[in-house]
């Protein structure tokens, strides 16, 4: 995360923009969120970043996937498109249960 972030600060200071992508923050424990570190919202600031929400289901993934995008490009939209409830999502990774849990895939080794 850190070299993620200090490559797009070092775009940003010569003039270019940055575009970062990570799931979206569940907003509770035990989950853990670069969207909620003290690092991130320091960069945001230094960098004048914004962020949209959106759904990976809508761009044509296979699940609903919540889904976070940080930019400084002045003309990105505030918000993404989320699921409108035309389709059907996967049984698998990014798929939420009836307690807000996300599904893990399982593997065996």
């Known amino acids: 995360m850190l070299n ?3 490559l797009a600060e070092a775009l940003v200071v010569r003039g270019g923009v940055h575009l970062l992508e990570h799931p979206d923050d569940p907003g509770e424990e035990p989950f ?3 969207w ?3 690092v991130f919202e320091e960069f945001a600031r230094r960098t004048g970043s914004k962020r949209c929400c959106l759904h990976q289901c809508m761009f044509g993934g296979p699940a ?3 889904t976070r995008l940080a930019t400084n490009i002045v003309e990105f939209e ?5 699921c ?12 939420v249960d009836e307690q807000g849990l996300e599904t893990l895939l399982s593997f065996d080794l």
Request: hydrophobic share 15%; net charge negative.
């Open 4 to 6: 993620c972030l200090s």
């Open 32 to 34: 853990p969120s670069i």
């Open 36 to 38: 909620a570190t003290e």
């Open 64 to 66: 609903k996937k919540p």
């Open 78 to 82: 505030d918000e993404g498109p989320v």
């Open 84 to 95: 409108d409830g035309s389709h059907c999502h996967e049984e698998g990774i990014g798929r």
